[in-house]
């Protein structure tokens, strides 16, 4: 079984940089564009797409499902999360969210919970890029957005999956 992974691991676990960095921001930025089209919204209506890229390269995607019974609602990014996992993935090296912007220069941020999903995945240096329908508007890291957070190693599970 493939523990959790935790305090990680950033070394033989980065996303590409430079050239190849720039097209897997772009790859996730267009599939969390695509998948944000088929988000099922109807009580906000407001659309969320992410997108996360395992150790294998491979690159997951969700978009947000609301509920009329409204906590039952998913983010995006879990929905992308539940697909990395039931592929076999068990790391995030790199994600995108997409949603609308209502501020030039503010894009979309992950929810708290959702910073603490991907943190299950993802080291302190996991780059999240940050897109409206139209521009990426930054990106941040984990560690950002989630500092000092509560991980697999504070349950005493240490070290990468297998
Ligand atoms: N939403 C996401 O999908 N991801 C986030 O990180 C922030 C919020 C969704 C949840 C809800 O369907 C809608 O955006 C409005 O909150």
Redesign the pocket.
């Known amino acids: 079984m493939n523990a959790p992974t935790d305090s990680l691991p950033d070394a033989g676990a980065t996303p590409p940089s430079g050239a190849d960095g720039d097209a897997l921001a772009s790859s996730l930025v267009l599939a969390a564009r695509r998948v944000r089209e088929r988000a099922y919204?109807p009580y906000?209506g407001?659309a969320?797409g992410a997108a996360v890229v395992d150790e294998q390269g491979r690159i997951h995607v969700g978009c947000?499902v609301?509920n009329a019974a409204y906590p039952q609602?998913l983010?995006?990014?879990a929905g992308a999360l539940a697909a990395l996992v039931a592929s076999g993935g068990r790391r995030v090296l790199a994600a995108a969210?997409v949603g609308a912007s209502h501020a030039a220069d503010r894009p979309?941020m992950?929810?708290g919970g959702?910073r603490q999903r991907l943190r299950e995945f993802a080291g302190p240096s996991m780059a999240i890029w940050l897109a409206d329908e139209h521009r990426v508007l930054g990106h941040r890291t984990l560690d950002q957005l989630l500092p000092e957070g509560f991980g697999p190693a504070d349950l005493g599970r240490a070290g990468p999956a297998t």
């Open positions: 919204a906000s407001f969320v947000n609301e609602g983010c995006a990014e969210v979309v992950p929810c959702c």
